[in-house]
């Protein structure tokens, strides 16, 4: 489109590359970008610079009497006005205008036709653009009328810091998101991640007030039509688990559960790639080609191959490509009502069940929980187990008060006949550094007995600390390590354990408490 600008903004650059082919974005990325190459597998090598990860703590929300209300103020939704949203604004917008060339893509956050939103990024170097480009969803040209006025804008001025003297700016790096003004600001970071995780949270804001439930979950459907939803922290199996040669890939992070089903927010995928190999993730590893992204990646000079487990620039080198270069997926991403919530969880304290059925106010309770243990750390000696909750399962992109998502994943439960489950796929037989991990082959056979119903009709037993109704047998897994009691040498050593956790749940669900129901308190852990 020659006449295309973006004088609207208040930006007078002449060159403007909209939604340009990945083909030219290579070339824009070999001419303009820092340390950009290209990989042997054909893919694009980049480097995000200084930051190699989001900065939750520099994210702010424009403090408005129109939205004020609806917002979880704290930790993870932190204040600003709107004078320091637009001193933020402008110092982007200053910034974009110095430059000779800008890319925009415009596309949409979600498939499903009737709730999607249209999204502009407006960015500086190829790279964002190419990564844009594969994670949202890419609209015919036909469609692109529709995107003359945009449900939001973002301008990414990554490569210029943001004004400190502002009120409300602590560092050099701003993530401004302002829903009265439907804008979004980004300066002080090139992590592309800032740009996808910033469209995440609009839909979060936006999609509860129109009772739809916005998850960060996997997803996938088996060939009757029957969907799985995984929720999970890093490190718990969310992708590996979701990506089942028997069944379709929905979507492996980004999901809205509406009156219709479920449908994918994004286009692509950003998968993480530390020690990635054919072996272990082949379909992850299938998808580094010719229009994905590599961030952050040493290669081999003379033969440009990726060394998958050199982490000198960064432990989390990431690879964005479009979700159909994963060969088992459903396009397009929509798909009906879940039939199982799957909670998974890797408790390093050795302590949880490998699998439970949970109740309604169970289901939110550890929903808002979103727990997950991490082991501390890889020095010698160190044994200690690190708990981690994080509300619905992603809580440094929630908007809403927590209460609100498990009310409407509850509601929706109900409603559509889904069942719960939590997963645990850490320690067995001791804690870490005593026990050992549950093998994941007796996991995906968890897995497949929720699936493809055998465990709605097993027999269960209540595990009297938590309360968890756990399965006596499972096909293809041994009934002892059903319950984790059984695989302890020590049985005290077992209950001071399971009522450590116990404590830190409860200790962490105080903060939840106010917004909670009686019910959902009760579902708690016994101590």
């Not at 594969?134 to 210029?160: C, H, I, K, Q, W």
């Not at 809580?395 to 927590?402: D, I, Q």
């Not at 209540?462 to 984790?484: K, Q, W």
């Amino acid at each position: 489109m020659p006449d295309f600008n973006l004088s609207q903004y208040g930006l007078t650059v002449d060159t403007i590359l909209r939604n340009p082919d990945p083909s030219i974005l290579y070339k824009e990325a070999l001419l303009y970008e820092e340390n950009a190459a290209i990989a042997n597998s054909g893919a694009l090598v980049v480097d995000s610079g200084v930051k190699t990860g989001r900065s939750p703590k520099d994210k702010r929300i424009v403090e408005n009497p129109e939205s004020k209300d609806n917002i979880w103020w704290g930790d993870i939704n932190m204040p600003i006005n709107d004078e320091t949203f637009a001193i933020n604004r402008e110092r982007a917008i200053d910034y974009l205008n110095t430059l000779d060339r800008l890319y925009v893509i415009d596309g949409y956050a979600g498939w499903d036709e009737k709730e999607r939103q249209t999204i502009r990024i407006i960015c500086a170097r190829p790279y964002h653009a190419l990564f844009m480009w594969n994670m949202l969803v890419r609209p015919t040209e036909e469609e692109m009328a529709d995107f003359d006025n945009p449900s939001y804008v973002l301008f990414n001025g990554g490569g210029f810091p943001a004004n400190q003297s502002a009120p409300g700016v602590d560092t050099k790096t701003a993530v401004n998101l302002s829903f009265e003004r439907k804008e979004m600001v980004v300066l002080g970071s090139d992590y592309a991640g800032e740009m996808k995780k910033g469209v995440f949270t609009v839909m979060n804001y936006i999609m509860p007030e129109k009772d739809i439930l916005s998850m960060h979950c996997s997803a996938n459907e088996g060939d009757n039509g029957d969907v799985a939803v995984f929720f999970g922290l890093s490190g718990t199996g969310k992708t590996t688990l979701s990506a089942d040669q028997s069944r379709q890939l929905i979507g492996d992070d980004e999901h809205c559960w509406t009156d219709d089903g479920v449908f994918n927010i994004e286009g692509g995928c950003y998968a993480k790639a530390i020690n990635l190999t054919a072996e272990s993730e082949p379909e992850i590893y299938g998808a580094i080609k010719y229009g994905t992204v590599l961030e952050n990646m040493v290669y081999d000079e003379a033969t440009h191959e990726i060394d998958f487990t050199d982490t000198s620039l960064t432990q989390n080198t990431r690879a964005s490509y479009p979700l159909d270069y994963i060969p088992n997926v459903k396009i397009p991403a929509v798909a009906g009502h879940p039939n199982n919530i799957i909670l998974l969880t890797a408790d390093a304290f050795g302590v949880l069940p490998p699998v439970s059925k949970l109740t309604p106010a169970q289901a939110m309770y550890h929903f808002i929980s979103g727990y997950t243990a991490k082991v501390a750390g890889t020095e010698v000696g160190v044994t200690e187990p690190k708990a981690t909750f994080s509300a619905c399962f992603g809580a440094a992109f929630m908007v809403w008060h927590p209460s609100k998502y498990a009310e409407l994943l509850a509601e929706k439960m109900e409603r559509y006949g889904a069942s719960a489950w939590l997963v645990n796929t850490g320690w067995t037989g001791g804690a870490y550094g005593t026990g050992s991990r549950i093998s994941l082959k007796y996991t995906r056979s968890i897995v497949d007995a929720i699936l493809d119903g055998s465990l709605n009709d097993a027999e269960y037993v209540i595990d009297p600390r938590f309360g968890l109704a756990v399965p006596t047998a499972v096909a293809n897994v041994p009934s002892e390590v059903l319950m984790p009691k059984n695989t302890w040498s020590d049985g005290d050593a077992y209950e001071a354990q399971a009522l450590k956790l116990a404590n830190l749940f409860n200790e962490n669900f105080k903060v939840y408490e106010e917004g909670s129901s009686e019910e959902i308190i009760a579902a708690g852990p016994k101590l």
